[in-house]
């Protein structure tokens, strides 16, 4: 299994805290020491880090960890290679433009099957499951529009094409078009926003605490998704299972 | 104009010395100070840079410059922004998968009148004149073909499309697909290639030399290939204008 790392806020926003967990587990506190990637927007502009070797002790991940990087969208991922060699065309998150967007897509889980689907407009690069059904989700959109369509009909669309996957394993997915954060659970997936009166959290996997208070303004509203809470004294939700969930601007959304 | 570098090595080879010399044209001896961008394949996968900023003085260029990636295939690019505000989308070098590979593209010059061109598969993220040549080149060869054709036919066909680009404006070009380093020069491209005996070479944009013998082994071939000399020492060609180069595994290949 893989760890998912999502964030969706109403300003640009370091999410270095939350990485600095998710990250301790890529070798040291978890057992997924088979890459990570992340992918921070920066308006329709997108930058990923990959690294194939461990997230612990990863000298890409010591320079994230300790710069900030602000962005209102975020996704990262750590591996535990189920398949797929260890290789980074094998790393999440995967990008592709569509529409002229930058798509970035993590997944969690095992797919069993699902390079029987057809590919249409995007091939994969690597041999994972993951990127195959990233690529064949993609292709189903643009052959159904070849524009973006209204957000009605994209959730309903992305929700139907994850339920389709879902048949194939367990599929916890993040995905993001640069303005949403599309959120899909099989199995975990929890989630928090932050939001005024800040407080202060503590890190599940180090010994690391944040006032929030002094990192924020009070209109700040900062959204953060794990497949498992990075925190022990926040409340986590559980997202609805096999349903598509929206965050836009720190925001939920009603999704289809 | 903007400065652009690539290299073709038969080894993984570490750029961080040419690297060190271009990025500091980025603001500091140089005028792009308007970001940079590298792009360093690994295999099949790629990690790419991308800062807005200023290369001189920028936290990741300084990261990179201290830390070896090693890569058979880079492609680096500093601007000064002619086309399209200063801005992450806008900064090259630009990615796009096609045919199940990952395609990198750089260019120098100013194209006026390419956006009057139809596009085809791929469609700008950004605003600038080269994503756009760049998706208009990379429609058509996929117009073309579903999958990759030999390479005297692909070679032949992108020295074609390059040369209808040019009609718009210089087009100095760096591509790749993750095997080979496709060079286009309208105006500026010099290279050389290393290889036993090595020697030492210095710097122009730096007070730094190094000595090749102590970093490679007797069998490596590294070419480099960059808008200017990088080096003051060593002996560059200057490449056949409007003509499309080739290199692969650091050789020059017969091109179209």
Redesign the interface.
């Known amino acids: 299994m893989c760890e998912l790392l999502g964030m969706s806020a109403s300003v640009p926003t370091d999410i270095c805290f939350s990485f600095a967990g998710l990250s301790q587990r890529g070798g040291q506190t978890g057992p997924h020491k088979d890459g990570w990637g992340i992918a921070f927007y ?9 690294d ?1 070797a461990a997230s612990a002790g990863s ?2 991940a010591d ?1 994230l960890r300790s ?1 900030s990087i602000k962005s209102e969208i975020v996704i990262s991922h750590i591996r535990k290679a189920n398949r797929g060699r260890v ?5 999440h998150p995967f ?3 569509m ?4 798509w970035v897509f993590a997944h969690n889980g095992q797919l069993r099957g699902i390079k029987k689907l057809p590919l249409g ?6 041999g994972t499951d993951s990127e195959y059904a990233f690529c064949w989700l993609l292709g189903k959109l643009r052959e159904r529009w070849a524009r973006p369509p209204s957000d009605r009909m994209l959730h309903a669309m992305i929700e139907k094409l994850a339920l389709q996957i879902s048949t194939h394993g367990v599929f916890n997915m993040l995905m993001s078009n640069s303005q949403s954060l599309y959120c899909f659970r099989a199995t975990n997936l929890v989630w928090l926003t932050r939001r005024t009166p800040f407080g202060a959290a503590t890190l599940v996997d180090e010994d690391l605490t944040v006032d929030f208070t002094k990192q924020t303004s009070p209109t700040d509203i900062v959204t953060i998704i794990a497949t498992r809470p990075l925190t022990s004294d926040e409340s986590w939700s559980t997202t609805p299972k096999s349903t598509l969930v929206v965050f836009r601007d720190g925001e939920l959304r009603t999704a289809a």
Chains 1, 2 share one sequence.
Do not use: S
Not at 99 to 102: E, R
Not at 121 to 126: D, R
């Open positions: 920066d308006g329709k502009g997108c930058r990923t880090f990959h194939p000298p890409i320079f710069h290789a980074l065309e094998n790393t990008l592709r433009e529409w002229g967007q930058n407009a995007y091939l994969p690069i690597g």
